[in-house]
């Protein structure tokens, strides 16, 4: 890439932003029944210098909150004015389910599974139609934030689509303590990025509606590592001085054979052994402990928080 090249003009919902100028756009999305205008507000940094557009954002999932902290702590620290490229920064995708501490809309359908919606659709499906014509066009690669859903806590991990090896890249850059290649799900975000040819990854972080400092802060490393990694800090930018991430070939659920109070043994992010106590499931009576077992030697990548579990619940994801 020419480094002294200067870099495009973008044009997010028809307005421009120039080489070196920054500008917060209100992507109009619709209105609440008492007439409020809902609008997802866009902060676009554009450097002076040509790179890669990249779009980081969060809250696709409305409960999803780790991810909305991790971009306001950004902002407030002036931490995407880059050199090179664009950066694209949208902290809430799913207004509605923010203000309804909700993962969906009001009519309880999933924007990330809305993808890549339409103009008469449902309203999540309308949010994703919005998001796809008037961000998505201009983006090179993305950032997709998330946390663990019901209860489940992830510990840090980056995620890529297999076979794409741009996306599997940006996972490594990352540097997330764990990164892995997942499924991608009909009609979510990143199978609607993978179509259009724009790289993306998700990175998971802690559980939904509560605040994982660890997670946050291994977020801004990350975005940044991302920054770095692909020339759009000045040069001399401080490294990454973490361990590098760990690639797990293939990860699996493990799940409760009865049902139960639940008492996880082990912490998140743990290396486990084949045959290692996880956890227990009680019943309420004091008549029987059931042990739950590592079926192989691996990482502990996902921990459920919920104390009572049914036959079957996913209890720990564990990756090798
Ligand atoms: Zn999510």
Known sequence: MDEEKENKTLIINGETIAPGESKLVQLNIARLPTGTLIDIPVHVFNGKKAGPTVLVQAGLHGDEINGVETLRRMLQENRFSVKNGAVIVVPIVNIFGF???SRDVPDGKDVNRSFPGSKTGSLASRIANAYMEQVLSQVDFGIDLHTGGSQRHNHPQARYTSGDLKSEELAKAFNAPFYFASKLITGSFRKAT???GIPTI???A????????KAIKKAMQGVQNVFKTFGMLPKGTRQDKEKTSIHLEFTRWVRASRAGMFIPQIKNGQTVEKGQILGLITDTYAKKNKKVKAPFNGHIICVNHQAVVNQGDALFHIGR
């Open 99 to 101: 203000i309804h501490f």
């Open 194 to 196: 993978f179509k259009k």
């Open 202 to 204: 998700v990175y998971e």
């Open 206 to 213: 802690g559980e939904s509606m509560r605040f994982d400092e």
